[in-house]
């Protein structure tokens, strides 16, 4: 788990969750592959879900060192994942440009695996469930999913910058 003022990560499962609360750095970003991939790793398939929720006060464009960092990481985990969702809940112009810009690379890119830019937590969490490995031979409800993820979610970071991995 990664746990600081700007950054709620954690995983569930064979899905990681990312919670983007505050201005984002390259450190946080790399911190986020390294947690990829150790994720994909340690699943019997080698393969994760993702679902990013972004809920900052304000989106910046990423400078040239965070977009090296976003595409490499893409592609370090190209093999290693089974879907990917966003969820971008901050409001204003930059956030409906970035909205465009996620839908657009994510169209352009074709990749084989599933995307989606959601409009809600829950319609990302309805969304990715089928594709999560099975418990005990059931499929994952998409309520399951969201109740992680809402606890994802409301991850208290008052108490002190912590960080773990």
């Known amino acids: 788990m990664i746990r600081d003022s700007g950054l709620v990560a954690a995983s569930w499962r064979d899905l990681n969750v990312f919670h983007w609360r505050g201005k984002s750095s390259l450190a946080q970003l790399k911190a986020c592959n390294e947690l990829n991939l150790r994720a994909a790793t ?3 398939d080698k393969k994760i879900a993702i679902l990013t929720v972004v809920s900052a006060p ?5 400078d040239a060192e965070m977009r090296r960092e976003l595409e490499e990481g893409q592609s ?3 093999e290693s994942k089974k879907a990917e969702t966003v969820v971008i809940q901050t409001q204003g112009f930059v956030a409906a440009a970035v909205r465009g810009i996620v839908a657009g690379s994510m169209l352009l890119k074709r990749t084989p695996t599933p995307t989606r830019l959601a409009g809600s937590v829950h319609e990302a969490c309805t969304w990715i469930a089928p594709m999560l490995a099975h418990a005990g031979g059931r499929p994952i409800p998409g309520e399951e999913v969201h109740a992680a993820v809402d606890s994802i979610l409301k991850t208290d970071v008052t108490s002190g ?3 773990t991995a």
């Open 58 to 62: 304000e989106i910046t464009f990423p």
């Open 161 to 163: 910058n912590a960080r």
């Open 42 to 44: 340690a699943q019997a």
């Open 76 to 78: 370090r985990l190209a």
